[in-house]
């Protein structure tokens, strides 16, 4: 991401948000995250226990699928453009339409947001002021997940690679995104529950007109323990 809320620049590149078990933390100067709702409800749907498939690609989707229904998720990820340097960005996500979201540029400008239903704020300063509502569903299309459309290839099994003492697959992958570009990479899932956790991929997309290539590393953890509030 370039600068300021360059969300385009993740779409289709998983950052599934929305990915390790590794605990995470809540954006500075925010409001805190704390644990909720247990492991066995963080899916929303998910097929319990296992993929439901032993198709690699289709344990893919379904995997996508599983994050996209989550009552909430925390994700941490880490985009390096070529020739535009590093950013940081978190997500915290509260089903339906609650986020609160922190990114840092590769210059190190930070931004913050928090929509909690209806009503959003900036921070400007040390001080939290009210903003227009965004669209919480287009943001996490445009961080993270895969469309019906993005046609796969190479997909492939690679094996058992436990992810912060939780069982996980992983799997490698290749991926069409229509007008934003190509991916290629390689992405965990939790045995447990068919959810993502890990994803580290690298891209050529085009950011305002010109041609880039962008290594993106994901974490997703604290599956249906994220709790969005309004800032004090």
């Excluded at 899916?43 to 690609?57: E, F």
């Excluded at 609650?98 to 239903?117: D, F, N, P, W």
């Excluded at 209806?118 to 002021?129: D, E, F, P, R, T």
Aim: glycine letters at 12%.
């Amino acid at each position: 991401m370039a600068r300021g809320w360059s969300w385009r620049v993740g779409a289709g590149v998983l950052l599934i948000g929305a990915v390790a078990a590794c605990g995470g933390g809540t954006a500075n100067g925010g409001p805190s995250s704390a644990p909720g709702a247990t492991q066995s409800t963080a899916t929303g749907g998910a097929l319990s226990g296992a993929c439901g498939t032993t198709d690699p690609t289709s344990i893919i989707r379904t995997a996508v699928k599983a994050q996209s229904e989550a009552t909430s998720y925390e994700s941490v990820s880490s985009s390096e453009l070529s020739g535009g340097g590093t950013s940081q960005m978190l997500i915290d996500f509260q089903s339906p339409s609650s986020i609160l979201m922190k990114l840092t540029s590769a210059s190190g400008t930070t931004t913050e947001r928090i929509q909690v239903g209806s009503k959003g704020w900036m921070k400007v300063g040390s001080s939290w002021v009210e903003a227009p509502a965004i669209d919480v569903s287009s943001i996490l299309a445009n961080a993270g997940g895969f469309a019906d459309s993005v046609v796969f290839s190479d997909v492939a099994k690679v094996g058992e690679d436990p992810i912060e003492g939780d069982a996980a697959t992983r799997y490698t992958f290749s991926a069409d995104l229509g007008e934003l570009g190509t991916t290629a990479g390689t992405i965990w899932i939790r045995d447990a529950d068919c959810l993502p956790v890990k994803q580290d991929s690298t891209s050529s997309i085009t950011v305002a007109g010109k041609a880039q290539s962008a290594h993106v590393v994901v974490t997703i953890s604290r599956y249906g323990q994220v709790t969005v509030k309004a800032p004090a």
